[in-house]
């Protein structure tokens, strides 16, 4: 059957106390309402409709960024759940098949969870949990599987109240009747909102089916403080570590390792005290990355060495056996097999051939205060320490530059570049001068400072 989602997205979250919109707020390195998109792909749905309110531009932007097929909603004053997803329904139109409603602030659900309130033959069904503390969460009165009607808090009995299935907010419905009963909503209730909650009432009048299916409290944890965020970043965190553990990656110290949602890490990888990853990092097997080391949109070749102290940014492409040491950043630049930049480097746009050797403090001027530039070295090459390679410019293979060196035009392959002030050496003038200032110094004379 077809499916459609909707992700609800229009809060400010005013417990966050920030400017920003409460789904932008990152956990593993992207927004919130990107860890929601990305849960619910997993049921690969024919049209996706996101729900913006507050700061609707940059939310856009975000879930464009991830998915630049997804429609975007507006609902300009949140009255509800039951409403946004009313400002949904236009998006809808010439939809048929099921309606899946996820929260933009709710990161953890699974796959497995989802495809279960997918293949419910219910009209309506809803995502629960049993809570340890049901705290303020909606309740539902359920007769086993069958739904009976949600209760909000706020309106609840103390009886009902005691209940401890809650409502996730997660709910799966029949396009059609969708479309039929959320124009029937209304906001006689205890917060005056359109209650997405009351659609089981309406249902049942209905003839249709309710139902709930349930899954882990764990899984249904929603954001909406900071200290929310950072217990959400924990939780997140601790389970990357296992998990790549158990795929056979060694975490000297596991706790200082931070994944983001997409990391990848290969068998038999050994990652170091004090690694941090941003979006987009592959680490194939075997490669080791050494202590404190900031690595985002790179790519680790098998037997790759990386770090102490080493920065691979977007575009980083790390070739089997090659080395980025201390204080080496890499951006947008190929390295070779085998080839080592081992201190103190920048290499930016730039492409490096295999088995080459980047002398200490070489720089890669890519940036000309308006254009990025390339620089491309050939294979066996061997850049002095110190080299300036004034972009856009070639080093050929098995060529070499100087200590010192700025190369501000190419160097074919096999030849050596050496543009440096010539030395002069005056015999003896080291201690005449050491001679002369330590006798005026006995004189009395002072310094300067
Ligand atoms: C809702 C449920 C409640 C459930 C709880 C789980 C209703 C009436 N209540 O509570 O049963 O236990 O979630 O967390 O559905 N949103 C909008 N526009 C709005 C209102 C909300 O986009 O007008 C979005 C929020 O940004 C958020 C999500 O919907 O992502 C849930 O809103 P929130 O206010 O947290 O939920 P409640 O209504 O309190």
Known sequence: MATALIVLAAGLGTRMNSDLPKVLHRLAGVPLVIHALRAGSALEPDRTIVVTGHGAEAVTKAVHAWDDTAIIALQP????????????????????????????DTPFLTPETLEKLNASPADVTFLGFRAEDP?????????????????????????????????????????????????????????GEYYLTDLVTLARKAGRTASVVTCEESETLGIDSRAGLAEAEAIFQARARAQAMEDGVTLIEPGTVH????????????????VIFGPGVTVESGAEILPFCHIEGAHVSTGARIGPFARLRPGAEIGDDAHVG????????????????????????????????????????????????????????????????????????????????????????????????????????????MDRLRAEKAAGKKGNA
């Open 326 to 433: 201390n204080f080496v950043e890499v951006k947008n630049t190929t390295l070779g097999t085998g080839a080592k930049a081992n201190h103190l480097t920048y290499l930016g746009d730039a492409e490096v051939g295999e088995g080459t050797n980047i002398g200490a403090g070489t720089v890669t001027c890519n940036y000309d205060g308006v254009f990025k530039h390339r620089t491309v070295i050939g294979k066996r090459a061997f850049i002095g320490s110190d080299t300036m390679l004034v972009a856009p410019v070639r080093v050929g293979d098995d060529a070499m530059t100087a200590t010192g060196t700025v190369v501000t035009s190419d160097v074919p392959d096999e030849a050596l570049a050496i543009g440096r002030a010539r030395q002069e050496t005056k015999p003896g003038l080291a201690k005449r001068l």
């Open 259 to 274: 994944f983001a949602f997409d990391t990848v890490v290969g068998r038999d990888a050994i990652l170091h005290q004090h």
């Open 135 to 191: 705290k303020r969460y909606g309740r539902l009165i359920a007769d086993g599987d069958e739904l009976l009607r949600i209760v909000e808090w706020k309106d609840a009995s103390p009886q009902e109240r005691n209940i401890t299935l809650c409502n996730s907010g997660v709910m799966a419905c029949d396009a059609d009747l969708l479309a039929t009963l959320i124009p029937q909503l209304g906001t006689a209730n205890a917060a």
């Open 77 to 104: 004053e949140q009255k509800g759940t039951g409403h946004a997803v009313a400002c949904a329904l236009p998006a809808l139109q010439g939809f048929t098949g099921r309606v899946i409603v996820l929260y933009g």
